[in-house]
């Protein structure tokens, strides 16, 4: 925190890219990563003029290979930069692509520093106008490298409704605000499930936490995107609603988080 008060070390843009857009959560499995990847793909679904890629800086539990169906080691370039893997239109950068899929991957403070700067500068992203980034959940040091050494345009922040995951986003939404990140805004996630069989809706989570949390904190609501079965099998088969299933509420919902942002 001192070294903090005393103002931001020197933060460089990361070559080609025009704008970082982090996606965070106080905790895991909130739907943090679904919602990166269908964000990086509904910006590019609503301007098919704008160039998105997606960097996995969740390095000790990548997700990004298997949401975006992606297997392999990057190429090298001339210019021995990492070639991004690419699937659905958006080149995509992840520690899953360097190690094997079952390696634990146990490493110390340092390690995972350099890490997360080769994932972001030793790669050859071309010419982007987003780079969503998918962070790993909570506020530790690859949360704070990031947002220290590179200018990030601003910070979306998901949440289940319910109480426990609110506390952890909120003391994310805190931790960017120290750090003069933007905070775009939040996204309720899993706030509503609706029976396939009798439409009834049930509030699993609780049903407005997040917008109450926007409220306090004094930031918009993106989007509410539904606890959907769909959007659970299609992303475990790399297939995600936004392309999968464009005609689906669920990919109208992450559609509009997309023009939200
Ligand atoms: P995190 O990145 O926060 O750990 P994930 O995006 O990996 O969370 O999501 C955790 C699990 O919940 C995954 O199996 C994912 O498919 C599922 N999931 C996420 N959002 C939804 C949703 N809105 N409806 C149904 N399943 C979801």
Redesign the pocket.
Known sequence: RQHMARGLPKQKPVAGVKQVIVVA?G??????????VNLALGISANDQTKSVGLLDA?VF?P?IPK?MNLKGNPELTEKNLMRPLMNFGIPCMSMGFLVEETAPIVWRGLMVMSAIEKLLRQVDWGHLDYLVV?MP?GTGDVQLTITQNIPVAGAVI?STPQDIALLDARRGAEMFRKVNVPVLGLVQ??SVFQCPKCQHQTHIFGADGARELARTLGVDVLGD?????N??EM??RGQPVVVSSPDSP?AEAYRNVASAV
């Open positions: 959560s905790k895991g499995g909130v739907g943090k990563s679904t919602t990166a969740d539990g997700s949401l998918d959940p998901v996630n899993m995107i539904p606890l959907h079965l959007i659970r992303s475990d669920e």
